[in-house]
């Protein structure tokens, strides 16, 4: 029997605790484990400066060393976000309807927690307590497989937390983390249908895959993101301009970010060069169609893989079409299913896009780099679903949670 | 490349027109197709007596025969089912929520198709027909796998609708039946993640783990039902009684009915004998731990395995507990998660069992047949879901759809 079946069993043991606490003692607990973190300060960046060496040593890219690292500034974030969720109205217990069959009884569908939820993620140190905050305010235990790399940071911070949990007279099984770092123990994990509920994977779309494809408990897929906008011949140009800087600029390696350019005939000679001067500007580089790069030299010509690419970088791919539903067939068939913007000043057009457009969310006239748990108003995010089961875009609170049907009889039998 | 991507194909084309078309018309077009499966009467009878024919043949037991059959009555069932359909309320195009954020940003998510679902199942034909309608209404392509016994009757209904759908101006490849009834076929089915947005497995426990097993296609696993009834010490015993005789007997085969029974300790002298007696009339076999066997002689010594055992047969297990929590930690191991009920007078005990019990649907005083999409009032039921993902109990039409996310901007873009 290997280490996780223990795991397994306090985690379920430890939610049917969870399940019964009221919101004010989760709030009151929350409020230590942030305290809690901070109190560990010392030891906890102490033990990331080791994992960043580690890393260094290892030769891992300095993109992926900004993620593991923590500074003194982004402790306080972490533990500023377990406070905020404080803040966060909990939706456990709330019963959705209640309704009166003819035959007396009455039916009602309560909001209940999953149980335990599973969350494999990559090398950011902050998502261990992000995760535990948003699990344990949803009444949930969480089990934590984080990245390698981040073996000693993770440690520490749930050392903390478990430290607090304990102390606050809250099982400490509320959250916990799996130290064994080999593959062999993430396939086992997966496929844990007794002990987990639901499994969110966080990162990049090689562990989403890996995940998707090997577990067997349900998955909620969160996502890479090869987001469009669809300029079309009814578009303003400075709006467009505008939020296609922002989309592909304001942040680089972000699921969100704008990968790829629909723009429509008819527009594309007087378009393109504008486009193209303000996106050199900001060294965006466009993988574009024949068509594109007859117009403007300055695109270099894309390869059908440039269409289905999340870059995360400084390129943009590029087609030109001639009717909005080539423009629409085009999103459907390279989208990730995550953002699609259109732009245009036509009703007709607008209320196509967002009617065809299979994504998780569809904007006309604004940037895709909202689709998010904070812009949304949702306080907090535990991930973006790229998928239909369950949750679909960003996930707050309320993805955490299943719900039961709740029957109150007074005898009836079925005839 | 096999025959199922052409299939997929034309089902993931199929659905965009699904996902437009106004629910005018698909009750039309349902009412068509109701007509054509009468029209087809005679054919559709016919191959079906080779089915069942070829089934004898083969061995096949009679309970499975009789799920097989098809009569002329219950060709008008089906026919009728679909009909039903048409009365309602279609979900597809509400948005469930529509708010402003402070930047102007309007989101709001509104109801849409899954796109394509993948129906797997075994040997009842009027699954096929069902499970269409169910999809249509929702906008919805389906792709059906049904069991090798009915294949020619699936053909022959399968036959009827796209007729129906192609001389009322609608595609055809709304529904598509995979008519190659090997395995490998099925291995195949599950992994295209490509085409298929969820897959519902219909039929026993082997079929449900097979699929859960193998799919990379997200699924709703519905289910098997290791259903309770736990006689409190606070039980009404008439009240008791008549439940669980209606929860046992009422229907044997259903996934709803009662399995195993858990009696307090302190009525279980005075209850056991009166139990026995209800039961024995009806031919029920009553596997009991020891405690029981030394009240009742009655009883039959119960093994482990028989707790965790759906009979769907006059069988019940039987445990004395010391407490309510022993009630619910016993319930919650063994369950399967669909229906659980408590017989009490009790109001601290009735809401301690709702609160703390883990399953789809927790029942006071009430018989647990009554988890079924008719009788919660959906007017349709495409399964009972007994995971915690997505929908959880009796899935209606709602449980077909998902969401999306539409904003409305006039240039936001984020800071």
Request: proline share 0%.
């Given at each position: 029997m290997s280490d996780l079946i223990p795991i397994g069993q306090r985690a379920k043991e430890a939610s049917v605790a969870l399940s019964k606490m009221m919101q004010g003692e989760k709030n009151r607990i929350l409020t230590e484990c942030?305290?809690?973190l901070m109190d560990m300060q010392t030891d906890i960046l102490e033990v990331n400066a080791r994992d960043v060496a580690a890393a260094r040593e290892k030769g891992v890219k300095d993109s992926l060393i900004d993620r593991l690292l923590l500074t003194p500034e982004r402790l306080k974030a972490m533990a500023d976000g377990l406070l905020e969720i404080t803040a966060l109205q909990d939706p456990i217990g709330e019963v959705l309807s209640m309704k009166v069959r003819p035959n007396g009884l009455t039916i009602g569908q309560k909001v209940v927690p999953f149980g335990v939820v599973g969350i494999i993620y990559e090398s950011r140190p902050n998502v261990t307590a992000d995760a535990f905050g948003l699990c344990f305010k949803t009444g949930n235990a969480v089990i934590?497989?984080?990245g390698s790399d981040a073996i000693h940071s993770n440690c520490a911070i749930v050392k903390a937390l478990r430290n607090a949990l304990r102390k606050n007279g809250c099982t400490p099984d509320a959250v916990q983390l799996i130290e064994d770092t080999s593959r062999e123990i993430v396939v086992e994990f997966m496929r844990m249908n007794r002990y987990i509920d639901v499994l969110i994977p966080r990162g990049g779309a090689g562990l989403i895959?890996?995940?998707?494809e090997n577990s067997t408990v349900p998955v909620i897929e969160t996502g890479t993101g090869n987001c469009h906008i669809y300029v079309d011949e009814f578009a303003d140009f400075p709006m467009a301009l505008s939020i296609i800087e922002n989309a592909k600029t304001q942040r680089l390696?972000?699921?969100n970010a704008c990968e790829s350019l629909v723009v429509h005939e008819k527009i594309s000679r007087e378009f393109l060069p504008l486009l193209m001067e303000r996106l050199l500007a900001k060294g965006v580089e466009v993988r574009a169609d024949e068509r594109a790069c007859r117009i403007s030299s300055a695109c270099v010509p894309a390869t059908e893989e440039d269409y289905a690419t999340e870059y995360l970088d400084r390129i943009?791919?590029?087609k030109i079409v001639d009717s909005i539903d080539e423009a629409i067939a085009h999103i459907n068939y390279y989208n990730t299913k995550?953002?699609?913007?259109?732009?245009?000043?036509?009703y007709e057009n607008a209320l196509k896009f967002l009617n065809e457009i299979d994504a998780a969310a569809v904007y006309v006239?604004?940037?895709t780099r909202f689709t998010d748990g904070y812009e949304f108003g949702f306080g907090a995010e535990i991930g973006i679903s790229t998928q239909k089961l369950h949750a679909r875009g960003p996930m707050g609170l309320k993805a955490l949670t299943t719900t039961k049907y709740i029957i109150l009889g007074n005898g009836q039998i079925r005839e």
């Open positions: 942030a305290n809690a934590l497989r984080g895959k890996t995940v998707v390696g972000v699921c943009l791919s590029l995550h953002s699609e913007a259109i732009i245009t000043k036509s006239n604004a940037s």
